[in-house]
């Protein structure tokens, strides 16, 4: 259970991350 909900949250991060990237990048241009 517990290394599910590592999992997960590792996954959340990841996804925001990616946002946060594809945001700055938009920015940019």
Same mark, same amino acid.
């Given at each position: *259970? =517990? #290394? $599910?909900? *590592? !999992? =997960? $949250? #590792? $996954?959340? *991060? =990841? *996804?925001?991350? !990616? #946002? !946060? $990237? !594809?945001?700055?990048?938009?920015?940019?241009?």
């Amino acid at each position: *259970m =517990m #290394m $599910m909900m *590592m !999992m =997960m $949250m #590792m $996954m959340r *991060m =990841m *996804m925001m991350m !990616m #946002m !946060m $990237m !594809m945001n700055f990048k938009l920015t940019e241009l």
